[in-house]
């Protein structure tokens, strides 16, 4: 695909008037998808897609557009010619836009991650003998993912990596569910076998008559993939310095009043492990690594060139979107083994869902506890709870009412596929709260 991408910037480039500017981004993937029912193939199929972006630059006037990638280049060229003449057209017609980024050329980058990953031959017997005598429902994708961005000033970045994914439920026959998702970029099949039998643990917890937790104030224990919901929440008018500048960020406390999250508390921007390409849609190259929260005090912001230019602030590189694309929060010293030990009693939360700020300025979080949530007496899971609603602030489990940290970071990937396989992760650990506090 690399090859495609360069012979259309080539082509399309060529199309350009005097005075006129084009980034082009490209987006494709070589996949394999599996969608599983029963612990069953359902369907099976691969995906062979590609699209590419264009933003049309003249005048101080942006249009943007898009084709599918066909591979046939006539067909490319013509699809593409034709979108540089429908928004050279549009452009005349538009407002001048007083914070445009322009592209520039600040040199080109190439990053190609290699792995040994799951043959599409090979996926169906590796998957499914761990699911035997169970109901899983999920959907499996693997294969190989590419990026890639191009302006007309002569700057070209090329991305490509390899990974798999299992996103999954296992379903009891009363409808309780336990969640998973296995990701990796290396197959390793114990790994994989290992990962489904926790759930499998877990499903048989399921069985047991849920209790009823009252609303109030409780001891938690946030699994990797709960304490990964609330940091996305963190790219949704958080972390974002426009959002920060607008007054609907509930990271203005830190900024305005001092306020600081927990010494254990530590979050970064970082793109060392390789899932998401460091460049961004406008070809930006973002730093490695970027501390965002840094032992509980604000290091950094995201800041997008075009917020930059507006606010009069400096520029690290981030979307336009100005959210987190690889977030990593560092682990603790609380083992595996030691979690429910020092639980003791209170809730034990594999995943949380619905999330929403209902205080965004205050850092106030509300959404339902869902998929293998347990109460825990004298450090042992007793039953599953029934559905609550939760309403808190980050600023009490990320920080007054933070106890622990877990040991071990997980990898919480973005599982949408909609239109194409997304690329991103969140990298983070457990954590255990003194308090946290159920509503209804």
Known sequence: MENIFKELCTGLFA????????????????????????????????VDDATLGLKFIANKRTCEGSITVSGNYDVDMARGAAEIHRMRSEAEEILEDPFLVLPTNTGSSREVKTAAGLGFDDA?????????????????????????????????????????????????????????????????????????ARSIKKLALMDRKPVRVDPGIYRTWFEAAAVADFLNMFSWNGISEASLQQGCSGFGKMRHNDQRLSPKFTI?????????????????????????????????????????????????????GEEMRSPTMNPGDLADDDVLKELEEGLYLSN???????????????????????????????????TMRFDDTFYRFFGSELESVGSTAEVIPVVMTYEQRNLGA??????????????L
């Not at 961005?149 to 569910?177: K, R």
């Not at 969140?426 to 509503?439: D, K, R, S, W, Y």
Request: charged letters at 20%; hydrophobic letters at 35%.
């Open 15 to 46: 199309e350009l008037k005097n005075d006129e500017l084009l980034t082009l981004s490209f987006c494709g993937e070589n996949s394999q998808f599996i969608r599983l029912n029963n612990a069953s193939i359902r369907q099976t199929g691969l």
């Open 124 to 196: 169906v017997d590796a998957l499914l003998p761990a699911m035997q005598g169970i109901d899983l429902v999920g959907i499996f994708a693997n294969g190989r993912m590419y990026r890639g961005n191009a302006n007309s000033l002569g700057q070209e970045h090329w991305f490509e990596t390899e990974s798999h994914c299992l996103d999954y439920s296992l379903v009891t026959p009363e409808h309780q569910m336990v969640k998973g998702t296995y990701v990796g970029t290396d197959w390793d099949q114990d790994a994989y076998e290992n990962y489904v």
């Open 268 to 320: 970064s921007e970082d793109f060392s492990s390789g899932l998401v390409p460091k460049f961004n849609s406008n070809g930006e190259i973002a730093p490695e690594s970027l501390p965002i929260i840094s032992n509980g005090e604000l290091t950094n912001t995201l800041v997008s060139s075009r917020t930059a230019a507006e606010y009069d602030a400096s520029t690290n590189y981030a979307e336009d």
């Open 352 to 386: 949380i869902h619905y999330l929403n700020w209902s205080d965004n300025p205050g850092g106030r979080i509300t959404g339902l506890t869902r998929y293998a949530c347990f109460w825990v007496e004298q450090g042992e899971i007793v039953a599953p709870i029934e």
């Open 426 to 439: 969140v990298t983070c650990p457990g954590i255990l709260a003194n308090e946290f506090q159920l509503t």
